[in-house]
């Protein structure tokens, strides 16, 4: 499987090619503006997205520019954004705790087991396993939720 995993946190990508590199053919970024670029540039089968990442200075102007470095739910955008790529699989996975920043509290609108559809691709949102280290267990989650 051909997976895009964007993460800003080294330790959560470093995690992500202990678990899946000797399986799956594994790239990882550490930005949402990457994601993209790669996103329309190459054929992935799966995209895990981080939910919290880093707000960027590519379309920011002198006002927006205050955030610069604050962390924002790109997570919610960016899974638009792969599934009008055409990657069939899509999971933003948060390891933010739903009682200390209300964009994880919205995942649990969306249940463990719910996906949406946009055009061909299913996009969960969930809170992601964690190992023994408290990482992302990005191996879980590719079992739980991709046939």
Do not use: C
Not at 109 to 137: E, Y
């Amino acid at each position: 499987m051909k997976i895009l995993l964007v993460d800003d946190s080294l330790a959560h990508r470093k995690a992500g090619k202990t678990q899946l590199t000797n399986i799956h053919d594994l790239t990882t970024v550490s930005d949402y503006t990457d994601a993209v670029v790669l996103a329309r540039d190459g054929a992935f089968d799966v995209a895990l997205l981080d939910l919290l990442m880093p707000a960027e200075a590519t379309t920011l102007g002198t006002e927006g520019l205050r955030f610069l470095g604050e962390e924002i739910p790109v997570g919610f955008p960016l899974a638009i954004k792969m599934a009008l790529s055409g990657i069939p699989h899509i999971i933003v996975a948060t390891d933010t705790n739903h009682h200390d920043h209300p964009a994880s509290a919205i995942v649990d609108w969306f249940g463990p087991h719910k996906s949406i559809k946009i055009n061909s691709s299913t996009v969960r949102f969930i809170h992601s396993p964690l190992t023994t280290d408290r990482m992302k267990d990005w191996d879980a989650i590719l079992k739980i939720f991709v046939p």
